[in-house]
């Protein structure tokens, strides 16, 4: 499902700011440490007995996040290969940032586009000089479907953005040049 173009800048402008809030410099970011710092409690799938394993495999195959009295918990499902694991983390950090309270498909669809500007933006391709799309997924530890989506909206962000920043986009070149230059 397409967002329209007004809430993908919102939502970009939402990732960048938990880059500053949680002063992400480093590459790739580490799922763990972020969701320790926003007080989420991490669990997986296996925690659950049999019965309950199967309900929430049903539910979601992936993951998903619970409000447990005041802080989140999310959920995932191990057996999923790491860079998936990943998204799905942050597919349902998303979910919080953006304060979802329905699962529906535009809200799907723009959990799946946070979890992707965060893990591989566009101005952090170009900053690091990344050519190939088996690059981008070195450098940030993503599935290659990410890496090639990630990689198709840079080449669009490249022809259409020219030498004009975003706010934004200068806030999070500016955060992460602290560390990499
Ligand atoms: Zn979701």
Excluded at 34 to 49: A, G, P, T
Excluded at 69 to 97: C, L, M, Q, W
Excluded at 144 to 154: D, E, K, M
Excluded at 155 to 180: A, C, D, H, P, R
């Amino acid at each position: 499902m397409r967002l329209s173009d007004e809430r993908y800048e919102e939502i970009k402008e939402e990732v960048v700011e938990l880059y500053k809030e949680l002063h992400i410099t480093k590459f790739p970011v580490i799922a763990m440490d972020v969701c320790k710092q926003l007080d989420i409690v991490l669990k997986s799938y296996n925690q659950f007995n049999e019965r309950a394993f199967v309900a929430v495999i049903r539910a979601s195959e992936d993951g998903m996040v619970a409000k447990i009295d005041n802080h989140y918990e999310i959920f995932y499902n191990p057996s999923k290969d790491s860079a998936r694991v990943r998204f799905t983390i942050f597919h349902e950090i998303g979910h919080i940032r953006l304060h979802h309270l329905i699962h529906d498909e535009e809200n799907e669809a723009e959990a799946n586009f946070f979890a992707s500007y965060f893990l591989a933006p566009a101005p952090l391709i170009h900053y690091f000089n990344l050519e190939y799309i088996h690059e981008v997924m070195d450098k940030f530890w993503v599935t290659i479907s990410l890496a090639t989506n990630a990689f198709s909206r840079y080449g669009k962000w490249l022809k259409y953005s020219g030498n004009f920043y975003t706010q934004y986009e200068k806030e999070l070149l500016e955060l992460v040049k602290e560390e990499n230059t």
